[in-house]
């Protein structure tokens, strides 16, 4: 997959060795583009960062890199 916009806000800082929890969800899969969000959230629940993105499958850019780089399968969606 590669990015075609991606917008993040950052709420709160993320401090190092602190664990987080970090959740991701595709709101929509039309053909090679996929829209999806997602989240940053600290071990209290905080949201510390959000963001938004729409994507598409290009897997001509990962050449090289095998067989499998750039794709996605619908069980990782």
């Known amino acids: 997959?590669?990015?075609?916009?991606?917008?993040?806000?950052y709420r709160k800082p993320?401090?190092?060795?602190?664990?987080f929890k970090v959740t991701a969800q595709v709101n929509e899969?039309?053909?090679?583009?996929?829209?999806?969000?997602g989240e940053i959230c600290l071990a209290d629940g905080t949201l510390a960062v959000s963001?938004?993105?729409?994507?598409?499958?290009?897997?001509?850019l990962f050449n090289g890199l095998g067989s499998e780089a750039g794709q996605v399968s619908e069980d990782e969606l």
């Open 1 to 9: 997959m590669a990015s075609v916009n991606l917008n993040t806000s």
């Open 14 to 19: 993320v401090p190092l060795g602190q664990p």
């Open 29 to 37: 899969r039309n053909g090679k583009k996929v829209t999806a969000v």
């Open 51 to 60: 963001g938004e993105g729409i994507f598409v499958e290009a897997p001509q």
